[in-house]
């Protein structure tokens, strides 16, 4: 059993920047793959980025891609996903995710992952 805390949303201004972070409870956590989706309203659950298990390699959505940065430290147990030049459209609610089971050509997918956190507010304004 993983749990899953996220902080550091907030509101911030186009172009400016914000770290979420995540910390995961439990044994083991660096064998977890760790994923952030985010949600805006009235859509549904978007991939951002992810870190696999032992943190062995990182994938990005194409629209955050050269902007958000996924990192681990897995002696703290905690993932983090730095965003610069923030957009209006990235304006949503960020959830951290985290499976030890989930395959490369999955991760992508919010149905691969068993633990979730409470997500965290990001509000872009103009």
């Known amino acids: 059993q993983v749990q899953l805390v996220e902080s550091g949303g907030g509101l911030v201004q186009a172009g400016g920047s914000l770290r979420l972070s995540c910390v995961g409870s439990g044994r083991a956590f660096s064998s977890y793959t760790v994923a952030w989706f985010r949600q805006a309203p009235g859509t549904g659950r978007e991939f951002v980025a992810s870190?696999?298990?032992?943190?062995?390699?990182?994938h990005y959505a194409d629209s955050v891609k050269g902007r958000f940065t996924i990192s681990r430290d897995n002696a703290k147990s905690t993932v983090y996903l730095q965003m610069n030049n923030l957009k209006l459209e990235d304006t949503a609610v960020y959830y951290c995710a985290a499976d030890s089971g989930v395959i490369l050509s999955s991760h992508y997918s919010s149905s691969s992952y068993s633990y979730w956190g409470q997500g965290a507010q990001v509000t872009v304004s103009s």
């Open positions: 870190s696999r298990r032992y943190g062995s390699s990182t």
